[in-house]
């Protein structure tokens, strides 16, 4: 489907990813900003910019505390 699989090589910890984390992880890869991230998030799900930027700075606070990311701007 449309979901990530993620393995942390420090500790074998295995992340399952699902549909929107799985595009944010993939849009910060591809050099997207989060704000750029909220902004898709806001028009594909027809959410509100302020919920669309939390949930995906929420996402990318997780990735990050857990290794998954380096920190982004």
């Known amino acids: ?3 990530v699989v993620l393995l942390n090589l420090v500790d074998s910890s295995y992340y ?7 595009l944010a992880f993939r849009a910060v890869l591809g050099g997207k900003t989060s704000q ?5 998030f806001s028009e594909e ?9 939390a949930d995906v700075a929420e996402t990318i606070e997780y990735l990050e ?3 998954l990311l ?3 701007g």
């Open 1 to 3: 489907g449309s979901s």
């Open 16 to 22: 399952v990813l699902n549909e929107t984390a799985s």
């Open 36 to 40: 750029q991230i909220a902004a898709s």
């Open 45 to 53: 799900y027809d959410c509100s910019a302020d919920q669309a930027a």
């Open 65 to 67: 505390k857990e290794g």
């Open 70 to 72: 380096k920190a982004i």
